[in-house]
């Protein structure tokens, strides 16, 4: 299958690198992003979740009713709405939007942000529900007639609906970085989600995915990796953007040290989650990894979120996507920290060269490496002074 790119749908016009902006919602801002995202090529856009931000399943489908061919991904935490429900409604949206429809599964990595809705749970609870979740929601769209179901978390009794996908089930993306992430990602997920790590990590983790599918005797998650490019003409100009953005989110981190609202420090607290550890570590272990991967932005933000970047020429991040469509991630998230300006350069200098590159190999018989094969890392270079 051909790498696919993925983006992010943002609600207003405020660039990511001053903040997470929680609360707002501009409609004509999103429609135009949106149409922008569609226009530039990428094929799916992810529709945030967040305690404070507008409904995940409404939101794509005002995505989906804005444009032709991007397929929104929806974020949404199990927990607070009932999963026969939920696949009412995505069946619903699935069929609005022509079966353009992906899940993506946020079993929930910060105890505090799961409080804010109602959620006591603990981490371990919660991936557990999330894989009883995914099966009521599987069951619902292929149940020829009613289904009973009696689990640790959910139970009904002879539910029947006659709205079902387009196509059949939609497809379930899991992500994480820890054990549980991996078992159930890889018994449940069509697709598994990482945060851009080096290479050989990368590698490592798509192979303990690959482990468990294996053991369940399924198909392999397709592999969603997930940047924050940061491209110019040439690797010179990138490096003074990057430089640029850093100096943005620290000035911004400044300005908000004393407010006590949620989003004050970008997501509110520091993280305890094990994707986030992992990358707090990543850059305390060196700033510049593989080709290009840049972590002082991880740093800043206490490993949040995607927070790596690939910082270089279109043409430099353009060769350094294709190396993780080598060891298998077929799925490629890029959002950006100047998010409408960004978007727009990767649309017209990044996604062309990266599909030109791997349409290449494939004509020439250099096929990309099958998912869970390994490449050699490149030579990291040095960061400009």
């Keep these: 299958m051909p790498v696919e790119f993925i983006s992010a749908t943002h609600i207003t016009p405020v660039p990511s690198a001053h903040g997470h902006n929680l609360s707002g919602f501009d409609p004509d801002y999103t429609r135009r992003f949106a149409r922008m995202l569609d226009d ?15 409904d995940s399943l409404q939101l794509a489908q005002f ?15 199990p927990g607070f709405v009932f999963p026969t429900q939920f696949a009412k409604g995505i069946a619903g949206l699935d069929r609005i939007s022509d079966g353009r429809v992906m899940i993506h599964i946020i079993s929930g990595g910060s105890d505090a942000e799961q409080r804010r809705e109602g959620d006591h749970t603990t981490k371990e609870q919660r991936y557990r529900r999330s894989e009883e979740f995914i099966d009521v929601l599987r069951r619902v769209w292929t149940a020829d007639g009613p289904i009973s179901h009696r689990g640790e978390f959910y139970a009904f009794e002879d539910f029947h609906t006659d709205l079902k996908p387009l196509r059949g089930p939609v497809p379930i993306s899991v992500g994480g970085s820890s054990q549980q992430a991996y078992d159930v990602g890889g018994r449940t997920g069509d697709v598994f989600g990482l945060w851009g790590e080096p290479l050989a990590e990368t590698a490592a983790q798509i192979a303990s995915v690959n482990a468990v599918a294996d053991a369940a005797g399924r198909r392999r998650p397709r592999i969603w990796n997930s940047f924050r490019p940061i491209v110019a003409a040439t690797d010179e100009l990138a490096w003074e953007k990057a430089r640029g953005v850093l100096a943005g989110v620290r000035a ?3 300005a908000r040290s004393g407010s006590t609202h949620p989003g004050a420090t970008f997501l509110g607290e520091v993280p305890t989650n094990v994707g986030a550890l992992r990358l707090q570590a990543l850059a305390e272990r060196g700033e510049l990894h593989d080709r290009c991967l840049w972590t002082p932005l991880a740093r800043e933000f206490q490993g949040q979120g995607s927070t790596t970047a690939l910082v270089g020429s279109y043409e430099t991040v353009a060769a350094a996507l294709v190396d993780y469509a080598e060891i ?5 998230s890029i959002r950006g920290w100047d998010v409408w300006e960004d978007a727009q350069d990767y649309a017209r200098h990044v996604l062309p060269l990266v599909r030109q590159e791997l349409a290449h190999r494939a004509a020439t018989g250099r096929a990309v490496v099958a998912n869970g094969d390994s490449a050699p890392a490149a030579t990291p270079q040095p960061t400009p002074a």
């Design 40 to 54: 530039g090529g990428f094929d799916w856009t992810l529709i945030a979740y967040h305690s404070g931000a507008p």
């Design 63 to 77: 995505v989906a009713e804005n444009t032709e061919r991007i397929r929104p991904v929806v974020a949404h935490r």
């Design 252 to 254: 911004a981190k400044a």
């Design 328 to 332: 298998g991630c077929d799925l490629l």
